[in-house]
């Protein structure tokens, strides 16, 4: 059993991400850990140092998930197509909620909100070892940055219409799209 | 001046926007209005109501520019790349605050509203009309609605890093790539 604090900022992550950071309440967080709200209080003293919490635990787990995929396929090519999967693997969660990385960076636009810039080094995880990937499939450094970005994009696009239509063959037309694209660039250095 | 409903509504539309649904307050929209609270509640009782409202016009809003386009440019192709221009026009405000209509589905599939399918039709304004171009263009119906539910998700990935890199490079690259892509549909049927 993690501890008090690992609990609280486990399940905001889940709350923000299926109903939204501001519309989950400091209440909402201790009664899905099922403590009080003066335990909750005693460990965060406000919803932003949750956030913040938040945002440094899907850091971390990007990475980990990065650095998995990395040892896992044989190759960059490979590993780009382990990132278009995510799209398959979480299609259920993605029709239901979004992409957490890009809900979440929408949301604190709208809110104004000083931590969008550390929401956004999430993407900025992606965006580097994309570009890493396409690096090593024969791309110079400004040009694999563009690859990566572009992919980040087409990720994000296919996840924000799957929320509004709920349509799986979408998704799945999408993803054979994006490794069509990803192999014409194997190919060409 | 319009009359106090249809000012509500813009305002809403306004706050709607740039704030999000759920954190504008039937307050917030009675002070941006500048009439009293219970001025906004003779005219709707609840916020569910002024959505609904919101929806149904940026639904007319939404078939309005479409028709503009449809007159203003001279074949599917021209028509298309007004489409994807929107990003560039509307540059600054997506920076700030996402793509309306992406945003907002965003936000109501989160919250589990039941308006989800109503915002979504906003989407499906533009599929529709997207879709019809393509068949213009020599494709079969099957194969414009794909590639106008390709096109819709290429320009809501932008509109979603927009958001979270403000990159205008990363928007006029992406809008040249869709051009691009189109370029290669417009040639063969």
Same mark, same amino acid.
């Given at each position: 059993?993690?501890?008090?604090? =690992?609990?609280?900022?486990? +399940? &905001? ?63 960059? &090519? ?24 890009? =809900? ?15 929401? &956004? ?20 450094? +400004? ?15 296919? &996840? =924000? ?29």
């Amino acid at each position: 059993m993690p501890d008090t604090r =690992t609990q609280i900022v486990e +399940a &905001a992550d889940t709350l923000f991400y299926q109903r939204g950071f501001d519309h989950t309440s400091l209440a909402d967080i201790a009664a899905a850990v099922g403590i009080a709200r003066g335990n909750l209080t005693y460990h965060f003293k406000a919803k932003d140092q949750i956030l913040a919490a938040v945002i440094d635990r899907r850091l971390a787990n990007t990475q980990a998930m990065l650095d998995a995929w990395e040892e896992a396929a044989d190759g960059p &090519a490979a590993r780009i197509t382990s990132f278009i999967h995510i799209l398959i693997i979480n299609q259920a969660k993605i029709m239901a909620h979004g992409c957490p990385v890009g =809900t979440l960076s929408n949301e604190l636009a709208k809110l104004d909100h000083a931590a969008l810039p550390d929401a &956004a080094r999430i993407f900025t995880l992606f965006r580097s070892w994309l570009a890493r990937q396409f690096t090593l499939l024969g791309h110079n450094d +400004a040009r694999a940055d563009e690859l990566a970005l572009h992919l980040l994009g087409r990720s994000q696009g296919v &996840a =924000t219409l799957a929320t509004a239509f709920k349509d799986e063959d979408f998704i799945r037309r999408e993803v054979a799209a994006m490794r069509d694209w990803l192999s014409t660039l194997a190919d060409q250095p």
